[in-house]
C-alpha cells in the first residue's frame, strides 16, 4: 500500500532530522542515514504503485517506471560511500580528541567573547574627563 | 557528437586515473596535472568560441534522444563559466605545486583535484537534473578528501560539519528530484521547462523553493551560509582558494539555471531579492567582526553571494547580465586573494590580524598583490569590481528596485573598509617583533616561492585585463543573459536538435 510507504518515509525523514540535530556524532550518522533511507524510498515511490510488474519481460497490464529505481541505485551507492568516508573521519576525530561531540566554532566563540570583553570595558569608561586626568597614562 | 563539449569532462576523469596509477612519482603527475588542465581550458575555449553568439549545442550521450538520454548543454553562460574555472583550476594547481606542503605530502592530491575538476565541469555542462546532483556529489566528494587531507584536529573537526552539512544537502537535493519526477515524470531540465507550467502553479512554487534551499545552501546564502566562514579556514591555501573561487559559484550556477530555465515567471522575484540584501548585509557584519585573514575573506564570499542573487531576482537581461558578470569576477577576485592571504601564511606562519604587521616593509611587492584584488572586491574604480557592481546597479535602477540598489551600495562602503582593515593589520605599522617565522623560509624567498607567486601574479593581471575588456565580456555577459531570459532556445536545442 502506497500510504504506508508514505508514513514510513515521514518517519525516516523525522527520525533523520531529530538524530541530526544531537551533538553526538555517531547519532548524527546514524540520522544521515535514516534520512537518505528516506530520500530513497520516495524516489521508489516516484515510480508509481506499489505492486506492479517490473520493467523486464512480457507482463499484463501496466508496468512500474524503472527510472526511479535507477535514481534510487545511484543514490544508494552515493550515499553509502560517503557514509563510508564520513564514518573514518569520526573515526579519526576519536582517536585524536577521544570525544564523540561535534565542537563549536572555537574562533566563533572567541570573536564573541572580544566583543563581550569590549563591551565591559567601555562600562568603566568614566562619566567625565576629570576622572580622566587622575588615571596614569 | 560534438567532441570539445566532453572533454572537459572525460579529460580531469582519465587524467585522475592515470595519476592515481603513477603512484608517487611526482614529476609525472605534475606535468599530467598540468597538462590535463590546459587540455580542459583549451576545450573550454573551443566551446566558448562555437557558443559566442548566443547559439546552444546541446550533445545526447549514446545517442539517445533527449529526455530519454543523458544531455550534456553548452551555451554561452555554461562556457563563460567553464572557461574561468578552468583558468582557475590550472592556476591553483601550479600554485599548490609550488607550494611546500600540498602536493607531495599528500599522495592522493592530484587524482582528488583532478576528479573535482571533473566534478566542477560536469556540473556546468549537465541538462538533466539527476545528473547535476551526480556531478555534484562527485565535485563534494573531492572536496571532502581536499578539506581534511591533512588529518590534523583541525581539519577534521572543520571538515566533519562541512560534510555533515553537505551530505544533508545532498539528501535534500535527491528528495526534490523525486518529488519532481512525481510530478512530472522527468528530470531532463529542458524537458521540464515544458512540464512544469502544466502542474498546480502551487506544486510548482513548493518545487521551486525546495530547490532554492538546496542550492542556497551549496552556494551560502541567508540564511543557510554558517558552514561556510567555519569549513573554509582550515583547509590548505590552495584547496581553499579553490573552494571559494568555485563550488559556491556552482551553488549560484545552479540557482541561476534552475530559477530562470525551471522556476521563473518573468517578473523580479521579492524572495530573492529580500534573500539577495538580508546576505549581503549579514555577510559583510560578520566579515567586519573577524580578525583572521582567511575568515574575513571566508564572511565576504557570504557578502557577495548577495550581489549575485541580487542580479538574478530583478530577473531582466540586464540584471541577469550583470549578475553573470559578476560571477566571473568574483570567481577571479576571491581565488587571487586567497592565493595571496596563503602567500601571506607561507611568509609569517599565521593568517591571524593579531599577530601580523608591517608587512609591507617585508616585501611590498605582496602588499602590491594583495591590494589590487581587494579594491576590486570593494568596487573602487577602476576595477573589475567597480564595473561589475555598476553593472548590476544600473540594472537595478532601471526596473525602480531602489531600496537593493542602497543597500548594496552600503554593503560595497563596508567591504572597503574590511579590506582596509586587513591592510592596517597586516601590512601597515610596525613589524611584529616576534615574527612567528620558520627559520630559512623567508630569507631564501623575498616573496614566496616562484610558483606560487607567478600563478598569484597571473591572475591579478587577469583582474586588471578584465577591466580592460569589459565591454566585450559584458556583451558576452549580455548573450548569454537574453537565453537565460528566454528560454525558449535552450528547449529547442535540447528537444529538437
Redesign the interface.
Known amino acids: 500500500m502506497i500510504i504506508i510507504l508514505a508514513i514510513t518515509v515521514a518517519v525516516l525523514y523525522g527520525v533523520g532530522a531529530f538524530l541530526m540535530l544531537q551533538r553526538n556524532l555517531s547519532r548524527i550518522v546514524i540520522g544521515l542515514a535514516f534520512f537518505g533511507h528516506g530520500a530513497n524510498l520516495l524516489l521508489l515511490m516516484a515510480g508509481g504503485r506499489a505492486g506492479r510488474a517490473p520493467f523486464v519481460g512480457e507482463g499484463v497490464g501496466p508496468t512500474s517506471d524503472p527510472l526511479p529505481q535507477a535514481l534510487a541505485l545511484t543514490a544508494v551507492v552515493i550515499t553509502f560511500g560517503v557514509s563510508a568516508y564520513l564514518l573514518t573521519l569520526a573515526y579519526r576525530s576519536w582517536l585524536l580528541i577521544h570525544t564523540d561531540e561535534v565542537e563549536d566554532d572555537v574562533e566563533d566563540r572567541r570573536i564573541a567573547e572580544m566583543a563581550a570583553a569590549r563591551t565591559a570595558r567601555e562600562d568603566e569608561v568614566p562619566e567625565s574627563t576629570e576622572d580622566l586626568e587622575d588615571r596614569p597614562t | 557528437m560534438n567532441v570539445p563539449a566532453a572533454l572537459p569532462i572525460v579529460l580531469p576523469l582519465a587524467g585522475a586515473a592515470i595519476s592515481m596509477a603513477l603512484g608517487r612519482w611526482h614529476a609525472a603527475r605534475r606535468v599530467l596535472g598540468v597538462a590535463v588542465l590546459v587540455g580542459t581550458l583549451a576545450a573550454s575555449v573551443v566551446l566558448l568560441a562555437q557558443v559566442s553568439d548566443g547559439s546552444i549545442v546541446a550533445v545526447t550521450l549514446g545517442a539517445w534522444q533527449a529526455p530519454i538520454g543523458i544531455t550534456l548543454v553548452v551555451d554561452t553562460f555554461a562556457a563563460f563559466m567553464m572557461c574561468v574555472s578552468a583558468l582557475m583550476l590550472l592556476a591553483v594547481l601550479v600554485y599548490a605545486i609550488g607550494s611546500p606542503k600540498t602536493d607531495d605530502t599528500y599522495s592522493f592530491f592530484h587524482p582528488v583535484y583532478l576528479i573535482l575538476a571533473a566534478g566542477v565541469s560536469a556540473s556546468f555542462l549537465t541538462g538533466d537534473l539527476?545528473n547535476l546532483?551526480?556531478a555534484f556529489?562527485i565535485t563534494?566528494?573531492a572536496s571532502?578528501?581536499l578539506i581534511?587531507f591533512g588529518?590534523s584536529?583541525l581539519q577534521?573537526?572543520h571538515?566533519?560539519?562541512y560534510?555533515?552539512i553537505n551530505?544533508?544537502a545532498?539528501?535534500?537535493f535527491?528528495?526534490a528530484?523525486?518529488?519532481m519526477?512525481?510530478a512530472t515524470?522527468t528530470?531532463n531540465m529542458a524537458d521540464l521547462a515544458g512540464k512544469l507550467t502544466e502542474i498546480d502553479p502551487a506544486l510548482r512554487a513548493g518545487l521551486g523553493v525546495l530547490f532554492l534551499i538546496v542550492f542556497g545552501i551549496k552556494a551560502a546564502i541567508f540564511p543557510l551560509f554558517f558552514w561556510l566562514?567555519?569549513a573554509y579556514?582550515a583547509a590548505a591555501a590552495p584547496v581553499t582558494a579553490i573552494f571559494a573561487g568555485l563550488l559556491t559559484k556552482i551553488g549560484v550556477y545552479t540557482i541561476i539555471r534552475t530559477q530562470t530555465l525551471l522556476f521563473g515567471d518573468g517578473g523580479p522575484s521579492t524572495l530573492l531579492l529580500v534573500v539577495a540584501g538580508l546576505t549581503m548585509v549579514v555577510g559583510i557584519f560578520g566579515a567586519i567582526?573577524?580578525?583572521?585573514i582567511k575568515?574575513i575573506l571566508s564572511f565576504h564570499i557570504v557578502s557577495q553571494i548577495g550581489y549575485m542573487i541580487f542580479g538574478l531576482g530583478l530577473f531582466t537581461v540586464a540584471g541577469l547580465a550583470a549578475t553573470v558578470l559578476f560571477v566571473v569576477h568574483q570567481i577571479l577576485i576571491k581565488t587571487t586573494l586567497f592565493l595571496v592571504g596563503g602567500l601571506i601564511e607561507e611568509k609569517t606562519g599565521t593568517a591571524a590580524l593579531r599577530k601580523l604587521g608591517g608587512m609591507i616593509h617585508a616585501s611590498p611587492i605582496l602588499a602590491a598583490l594583495f591590494l589590487i584584488p581587494a579594491l576590486s572586491l570593494a568596487g573602487i574604480p577602476p576595477s573589475s569590481g567597480f564595473v561589475a557592481k555598476l553593472a548590476l546597479v544600473q540594472a537595478g535602477l532601471e526596473i525602480g528596485q531602489n531600496l537593493i540598489v542602497a543597500l548594496s551600495l552600503a554593503v560595497s562602503i563596508l567591504t572597503l573598509f574590511s579590506m582596509i582593515k586587513i591592510w592596517a593589520g597586516a601590512f601597515w605599522g610596525e613589524p611584529n617583533e616576534n615574527p612567528p617565522i620558520p627559520e630559512g623560509l623567508a630569507a631564501d624567498h623575498p616573496i614566496g616561492p616562484v610558483l606560487m607567486v607567478a600563478p598569484t601574479t597571473l591572475l591579478v593581471v587577469a583582474g586588471l585585463a578584465f577591466v580592460v575588456a569589459a565591454a566585450p565580456l559584458y556583451e558576452l555577459s549580455e548573450i548569454a543573459a537574453a537565453n537565460l531570459v528566454d528560454t525558449s532556445t535552450y528547449v529547442r536545442a535540447v528537444m529538437a536538435p
Open positions: 539527476f546532483f551526480v556529489e563534494l566528494t571532502y578528501v581534511t588529518g584536529r577534521v573537526r571538515g566533519m560539519s560534510v555533515v551530505l544533508m545532498s539528501t535534500l535527491i528528495t528530484v523525486g518529488l519526477y512525481a515524470g528530470v566562514p567555519d579556514p567582526a573577524q580578525d583572521d575568515r
